[in-house]
């Protein structure tokens, strides 16, 4: 078992020893360090929980949850699709998932994290080279895995899927945004982006639909990626998303808003809507930023996308070193837990209305007046949904389209009542 991982900060171009984390009893739990180097930068990545003080104790700030990890650390672990790779890949190498702590877990992810940080030492797993795996031969060996099959590539699904957040299959890769062009290693003309498989039983159209989704917000002025819908033939789709965590040859640093406050994503209601108000106006200290947290409660409501824990939710370090709210990511229609929110707006997580977004933006410092010109702009792009169905040349089943227009034209009379 790996005793101690250092932990380095490469954004933006720059490198340095960031902190260092050590594994004390048998039971690992963690000590985390800053180092002297830290110190010396002054560069506030967690201030919420881990701010830069001399002698802190973090130890009741480090959740089990988390594995005993500082923020900015957990964020750089895969959970759901990244982790079942990785213990998939453990299992094959003789070892027991189960036995493994967070510190092995890091040694496996190495520099292929997403974000800023890399870990070392890395499992030399790691080193070895990244064979360039054709777009749709990575959409039919996900479905193996999805299906508990063997895969002779296991190791580099793990190698470009191992490290991404969130419950579906997904791939780093690198892509041509004009000709659509993907490939597992980097090309001429292609950017990183992260593309996304439907899970097991889920239609293809689900690819489709969060395409929309994402082009939706930013129709309605939220800050959006470029993104892409892909038809890999034999009923195998995919959706492309580029990386706002990499900018050109630049690492860029994220911290999501889960990790951020230290809640546990997994327990629905863990935090609510007024949690990333709060958090947004702690870190940005901008109250254009806090706009932005309220406009994306708006558009989660009306559009009806109930997956909104706190690990969809992220802040992006500019190069400057003033953070902001990252684009919108892993948004989409979602029923939610139990048809609930995963996040409450003033208290409610179900049938959410004009009161309660107005007691939000309240929060949020927006007045009235610019409330009801957020819900209307969010309202009139929802009304367009059966209209922007078409321009997918049924991808998405007719069936689909009219349950989710139902839902939302539903969600626009609650917020607008």
Request: hydrophobic share 40%; with cysteine.
């Amino acid at each position: 078992m790996v005793q101690k991982i250092n932990v380095y900060y490469e954004g933006w171009g720059e490198k340095f020893h960031w902190a260092t984390l050590g594994a004390v009893n048998a039971r690992s739990s963690i000590i985390f360090e800053y180092t002297d180097e830290a110190f010396a930068k002054g560069l506030e990545l967690s201030p919420y929980l881990f701010p830069l003080v001399k002698g802190r104790d973090f130890s009741k700030s480090l959740p089990r949850h988390q594995l005993g990890l500082p923020g900015p650390v957990y964020d750089s672990l895969p959970d759901g699709w990244g982790l079942l790779l990785m213990d998939k890949l453990f299992q094959k190498r003789g070892l027991d998932p189960a036995r493994l702590s967070a510190l092995d877990r890091l040694a496996y992810v190495g520099d292929s994290a997403l974000g800023a940080m890399t870990f070392a030492p890395a499992d030399s797993f790691m080193k070895q080279p990244q064979a360039d795996i054709p777009m749709a031969m990575l959409a039919q060996e996900v479905q193996q895995v999805l299906e508990d099959k063997d895969t002779a590539l296991l190791a580099q699904l793990a190698l470009v899927g191992g490290s991404p957040h969130g419950a579906r299959p997904k791939a780093l890769v690198y892509l041509n945004s004009e000709t659509h062009r993907a490939s597992t290693v980097p090309m001429e003309g292609a950017e990183p982006w992260l593309v996304k498989f439907p899970a097991m039983n889920e239609h293809s159209e689900v690819c489709a639909i969060e395409d929309l989704y994402v082009k939706s917000a930013s129709a309605c002025g939220l800050e959006a990626p470029p993104t892409v819908s892909l038809d890999l033939g034999q009923g195998l789709s995919a959706f492309g998303i580029k990386r706002f965590d990499r900018e050109g040859k630049y690492r860029v640093p994220v911290h999501t808003l889960a990790a951020f406050v230290g809640a546990d994503f997994r327990v629905a209601g863990s935090i609510g809507y007024i949690t990333l108000i709060q958090a947004t106006r702690f870190l940005t200290r901008d109250s254009r930023e806090v706009k932005k947290a309220f406009e994306r409660a708006v558009f989660n409501v009306i559009f009806n996308n109930r997956d909104d824990h706190g690990k969809n939710f992220s802040f992006r370090m500019g190069k400057d070193g003033h953070w902001k709210l990252a684009p919108v990511y892993d948004i989409t229609f979602n029923r939610g837990p139990g048809g609930y929110h995963q996040m409450d707006v003033a208290g409610e997580a179900s049938i959410i209305r004009l009161a309660h977004l107005h007691q939000l933006g309240k929060e949020a410092g927006v007045s009235k007046k610019e409330t009801m010109e957020i819900i209307s702009r969010v309202a009139q792009e929802a009304s367009l949904f059966s209209a922007r169905v078409q321009e997918y040349d049924g991808a998405i089943r007719r069936q689909t389209e009219q349950n989710i227009s139902r839902i939302l034209q539903e969600n626009i009379k609650a917020a607008t009542s």
